[in-house]
């Protein structure tokens, strides 16, 4: 992020560096590459890092999970993401200010996690600015005509408020944050994901778990449903003997299930969304 | 693209700030890789644009619409497409001169759509120029030894015509073009591809189709083999109800069929090359 | 790779313009952009060349395969290889200098195959430095909090002892070198791996299989487990009629068996570490 004054207006400059992308685009065609190549054209100088674009086609909530996990590790920078079921209807474009950074998609709460990550959104602009897209606008393909060529003119130093009509940070959708609940000597949460391995990541802080005196080293009773086992807690899945069932803090600070050597989520059949709760084995 | 005129030559020097590549070689393996990196030695500068590497295995029709419809949305560029189920055999390997880019791969029909999409050829050269490619040369990875290397020198700045022997546009292998026929109230044509989300999208442009009266908001019917089905043909996908088979004009300007949250592929059995024909509803 | 002596110190400073990636993580999450961002953030003027990240989960010896015959293409570079089944375990971290390049990954034989390719390890370090990684560090994903941070901060002049403590080449972790023997009028092997064209490769260089009089347009007799075939050894796959099984030299100098236009890995039942041996038909 380069910030410069103006010598004539009070606004200030800012570019960026870098433009990150999520889609769920797949990458079999040609869709991420025109996007880039959109980018390229108009800031040549940014460079891209995609996020991924391997979302399952329209899954808003594994879009914004995925992003908020990731943007915490990337440089400052624009990032684009758009998994748009509703592309071409009347949903809003916007972009939206939070932290150093910007994030650039469709209003369809796809980025409310990630901006919460960021600290909360500062400005929030609704793209209302034509001038900035790529016309023909395609009704279907707004990453390429719309999203991607307004965050390349951010990114080459085009004011925020330059894209559009500013509107309240409150006016955003907001996906409805992942249950985790603690009482009773219980946690509750969800199946936020599962990752290539296997492993079942909860929405559960570990930070949340320790507050029931759930710590490495405890046993963990996992409730899933009618099913109920008893795992270890452990450093890391692959301190776990083989094919053993364990639990571990994940890189996002989350209460994960794995086997060492195994794929947890289908061998507890735990699909994202599955309800599950935490607690001590009784004691005595 | 820069150009300099040389003041000891007649000849424009050209050079690319951006190579584009589309391959079938598959992202398992180290074979993109190992292009990247010999592009990255020759010309360091040169940004690299990948377009896809999952065509499926040597299919030259697929590979080829991909590029024709992704080139418009790049910066100039050397673009290097490799699907080439005839690698090591006599099939020629050339370099395109075309609108404000260079195509370099097999001479199979592959560059051949992406060559009238950027404007038709104006210049054609045999690779013949042993010199500039990387020894010694595998009769089965051609990407890495022979098209990716010349790509990069030409991106460097080296004349098209120091890669090999000039042969005529006109000899270039091309594909038949995709089936598009309008007459008797009929719009014919094939299945050009289907995208991840399971979009169909026909040969049939939208221009075309208007010629006959449709246009959006029209109904349409669709025959397919022996099956018949009337859909609505809306602005986008998105408009359709959830499970609706819908018509839209796709990002390419193309007619599509999808269904708003499913596959339509699928549900319509419709394979790539699957001849269609569309026509406006019986009135009275 | 740029030199530059010290004025106030005999050691050597060097700087690397490209950082390789070759991993397990898969293209679904945001592990690798992840990866990328904090390399970015370190070391914004390095390019970042993924080479694959799609070695299926934990299998070392496929990650070793890809990395070894990938790297001889790239640039002088700093090469970041994470498959690492032991996360978080005693197994070492280590940075190792061979060549023109550093490799950085676990030690756990995963960039054996690397360092014999690249000449062999002048020095080998014990990542043990803790100031050079991202904090707090994952138990899990030591490749974002580990070994990209040290690897950026090595590409970015770093010098290689500042990462920790010098050990002996001939304490690393080697994996077995793939069976390759020549006796009896025989060459055995192993398949080595598979690609997306179901190519199947062997671990037999060309030039031993030379050294039995086995060379382009002999006939081979093809072993494995109590099937045998005799196929013809070909410049090029593309040169065999379409379904024909050949043998041919592939572009890392080993022996391959291919079907024109169709999967040889799958029609011969032949999975990555199957042993094979090749000899000519018998004479008379």
Redesign the interface.
């Known amino acids: 992020m380069r910030e410069a004054g103006g010598d004539l207006s009070s606004q200030i400059v800012t570019s960026y560096?870098?433009i990150?992308f999520?889609t769920?685009?797949?990458?079999?065609?040609?869709?991420v590459?025109?996007?880039?190549?959109?980018a390229?054209?108009i800031a040549?100088a940014a460079?891209l890092?995609?996020?991924?674009?391997?979302?399952p086609?329209?899954d808003v909530r594994r879009g914004a999970a995925?992003?908020a996990?990731?943007v915490g590790?990337?440089?400052p920078a624009v990032h684009v993401a758009v998994v748009d079921?509703?592309?071409?209807?009347a949903r809003r474009a916007v972009a939206v200010a939070a932290g150093d950074s910007v994030l650039v998609g469709p209003d369809n709460g796809l980025l409310s996690w990630a901006i919460d990550a960021l600290g909360g959104a500062q400005t929030v602009i609704h793209l209302t600015n034509g001038e900035l897209w790529l016309h023909p606008v395609?009704?279907?393909?707004q990453g390429?005509?719309i999203f991607m060529p307004v965050a390349a003119r951010l990114a080459a130093g085009a004011g925020l408020t330059s894209a559009g009509d500013e509107i309240e940070p409150g006016d955003l959708v907001a996906l409805p944050a992942p249950t985790s609940r603690v009482s009773d000597g219980e946690a509750e949460g969800e199946v936020m994901?599962v990752?290539?391995?296997g492993n079942v990541q909860l929405s559960i802080p570990a930070a949340d778990a320790g507050r029931l005196g759930i710590g490495i080293g405890s046993a963990l009773v996992v409730r899933c449903g009618r099913r109920q086992l008893t795992v270890p807690y452990l450093?890391?899945?692959?301190?776990g003997a083989p094919g053993e069932i364990v639990a571990?803090?994940?890189?996002a600070g989350l209460i994960s299930l794995a086997i060492?050597?195994g794929d947890a989520a289908q061998q507890l059949g735990l699909p994202p969304g599955a309800h599950v709760r935490l607690s001590l084995p009784p004691t005595g």
Chains 1, 2, 3 share one sequence.
């Open positions: 560096d870098c990150s999520l769920d685009y797949g990458l079999e065609d040609g869709f590459a025109a996007c880039h190549g959109v390229t054209r040549p460079r890092i995609d996020i991924t674009h391997l979302v086609p329209g995925v992003l996990q990731t590790y990337l440089p079921p509703g592309v071409g209807t395609s009704a279907t393909f390429r005509d994901s990752d290539r391995f450093d890391t899945f692959a301190a571990f803090t994940d890189s060492n050597t």
